[in-house]
């Protein structure tokens, strides 16, 4: 079946959307949102029902329901206050108010333009399977991209679906992907990986990532750490210096908050009853804590959604296990082991990790380049200045 509106067909057998004879990406749950408002455009949709139908009755939070109604607005170019093409209707739900032709057969459609893939990389799917650790935890990895492969090692905390759609991650997520085969994984205890692992710890971590790129294939690759991520890329590249051909680290650190300055213990125990007890609930408060040490200057909507993704991504118990590990991390010895040519980049006002542990991982490995960005973002955001020398750096650097 294919629908005409406004210069849009939206055809549900190719699950395509075209603007005259242009593609338009759109990731799959806001495509399954915009076609179940097509179709039921004779009434108000409520959001109960967008939930059992495209969520097939999972929880879902405000916030995540509002952003795939979002993205559908933008996909149509409907994102502006007149609201033309779905429109709210308040403490009731939305409603698709444009006029519709249906197209029953692929002979009344008009004339399709073929075009290749990699023409628009970013309009591509990523595509999710599974492997097996050594001790028989399954992990989660996605493949998305046609450029040159580019690893990237799982981070706290991490959802292969939803970060891909979330406004934190997605921004970076789609520019890597534009230019690689973008290669990422939920690691243990995470996202659409196994949720109950016996062991977590960087050396499990490490595991984990040597199960991704073998059951790949991957011979030699560049590897990107992020935070968290940045210990197990260190440790990688340490014990396979041939299958690393360079290192990029942002935001990462060597040694875990109870290796480094000493730490008021009682503090970090604070920190793991808020996490114990709090992480679960329906109300964000708890969560947003660890939120502002992530995106401090954060908009409303990334704020909502990064809370969101915490709850989605980890369970109390989980989150409490990952926290325990990474503070406990210590990879520094491993330093002057890599061989390989290294970036790093760490904002100067970093609240999550502070930016000598940035300088510090430049410092121990030899030859590595040191850039810092101005921004108090752990995770640097589109919005912000430093948001175009992350990028310019991380490619320049792959290029060369």
Same mark, same amino acid.
């Given at each position: &079946?294919?629908?005409?509106?406004?210069?849009?067909?939206?055809?549900?057998?190719?699950?395509?959307?075209?603007?005259?004879?242009?593609?338009? $990406? &759109?990731?799959?749950?806001?495509?399954?949102?915009?076609?179940?408002?097509?179709?039921?455009?004779?009434?108000?949709?409520?959001?109960?029902?967008?939930?059992?139908?495209?969520?097939?009755?999972?929880?879902?939070?405000?916030?995540?329901? =509002?952003?795939?109604?979002?993205?559908?607005?933008?996909?149509?170019?409907?994102?502006?206050?007149? /609201?033309?093409? *779905?429109? =709210?209707?308040?403490?009731?739900?939305?409603?698709? %108010?444009?006029?519709?032709?249906?197209?029953?057969?692929?002979?009344?459609?008009?004339?399709?333009?073929?075009?290749?893939?990699?023409?628009?990389?970013?309009?591509?799917? /990523?595509?999710?399977?599974?492997?097996?650790?050594?001790?028989?935890?399954?992990?989660?990895?996605?493949?998305?991209?046609?450029?040159?492969?580019?690893?990237?090692?799982?981070?706290?905390?991490?959802?292969?679906?939803?970060?891909?759609?979330?406004?934190?991650?997605?921004?970076?997520?789609?520019?890597?992907?534009?230019?690689?085969?973008?290669?990422?994984?939920?690691?243990?205890?995470? #996202?659409?990986?196994?949720?109950?692992?016996?062991? *977590?710890?960087?050396?499990?971590?490490?595991?984990?990532?040597? #199960?991704?790129?073998?059951?790949?294939?991957?011979?030699?690759?560049?590897?990107?750490?992020?935070?968290?991520? #940045?210990?197990?890329?260190?440790?990688?590249?340490?014990?396979?210096?041939?299958? %690393?051909?360079?290192?990029?680290?942002?935001?990462?650190?060597?040694?875990?908050?109870?290796?480094?300055?000493?730490?008021?213990?009682?503090?970090?125990?604070?920190? &793991?009853?808020?996490?114990?007890? #709090?992480?679960?609930?329906?109300?964000?408060?708890?969560?947003? *804590?660890?939120?502002?040490?992530?995106?401090?200057?954060? =908009?409303?909507?990334?704020?909502?959604?990064?809370?969101?993704?915490?709850?989605?991504?980890?369970?109390?118990?989980?989150?409490?296990?990952?926290?325990?590990?990474?503070?406990?991390?210590?990879?520094?010895?491993?330093? $002057?082991?890599?061989?390989?040519?290294?970036?790093?980049?760490?904002?100067?006002?970093?609240?999550?990790?502070?930016?000598?542990?940035?300088?510090?991982?430049?410092?121990?490995?030899?030859?590595?380049?040191?850039?810092?960005?101005?921004?108090?973002?752990? *995770?640097?955001?589109?919005?912000? $200045?430093?948001?175009?020398?992350?990028?310019?750096?991380?490619?320049?650097?792959?290029?060369?």
């Amino acid at each position: &079946m294919q629908f005409l509106f406004d210069d849009y067909r939206l055809d549900t057998d190719r699950r395509e959307l075209w603007h005259g004879r242009e593609p338009v $990406p &759109m990731e799959p749950q806001v495509f399954d949102v915009l076609v179940y408002l097509v179709q039921n455009r004779d009434r108000v949709v409520s959001k109960d029902d967008l939930i059992a139908t495209v969520w097939n009755g999972r929880i879902v939070s405000d916030a995540a329901l =509002t952003s795939r109604i979002n993205a559908a607005r933008t996909a149509i170019g409907d994102n502006g206050k007149e /609201q033309r093409l *779905i429109r =709210t209707v308040v403490r009731k739900g939305v409603r698709f %108010v444009a006029e519709v032709k249906e197209l029953d057969s692929v002979s009344d459609a008009p004339a399709r333009v073929t075009i290749h893939p990699s023409a628009s990389p970013a309009a591509q799917r /990523q595509q999710i399977q599974f492997c097996t650790a050594p001790d028989n935890v399954r992990i989660a990895y996605a493949e998305v991209g046609a450029g040159p492969p580019l690893v990237k090692a799982a981070n706290w905390l991490n959802h292969l679906e939803y970060d891909w759609e979330s406004p934190v991650w997605k921004p970076l997520l789609h520019a890597l992907a534009g230019d690689y085969r973008l290669v990422r994984y939920d690691e243990r205890g995470t #996202g659409l990986s196994d949720a109950n692992p016996n062991e *977590i710890s960087v050396d499990s971590f490490v595991r984990d990532l040597e #199960g991704v790129v073998d059951s790949i294939g991957l011979d030699r690759f560049p590897l990107l750490g992020m935070c968290q991520g #940045g210990a197990t890329a260190i440790t990688y590249a340490a014990r396979h210096p041939d299958r %690393v051909s360079r290192l990029v680290i942002v935001g990462g650190y060597a040694r875990g908050t109870l290796k480094r300055a000493p730490i008021d213990a009682e503090q970090f125990e604070a920190i &793991m009853t808020l996490a114990r007890h #709090g992480w679960g609930q329906d109300n964000p408060a708890f969560r947003q *804590i660890f939120t502002y040490q992530f995106i401090p200057q954060g =908009t409303h909507e990334q704020v909502c959604w990064f809370n969101d993704l915490m709850k989605e991504t980890a369970s109390p118990q989980n989150a409490e296990r990952i926290m325990r590990a990474m503070a406990n991390f210590d990879v520094e010895d491993l330093l $002057p082991q890599i061989r390989v040519p290294t970036l790093v980049l760490h904002c100067r006002n970093d609240a999550r990790v502070p930016w000598e542990e940035g300088r510090r991982i430049a410092t121990g490995i030899p030859g590595a380049r040191f850039v810092t960005l101005e921004g108090h973002n752990h *995770i640097v955001l589109e919005s912000e $200045p430093a948001w175009t020398g992350l990028l310019n750096e991380i490619k320049n650097f792959l290029r060369d």
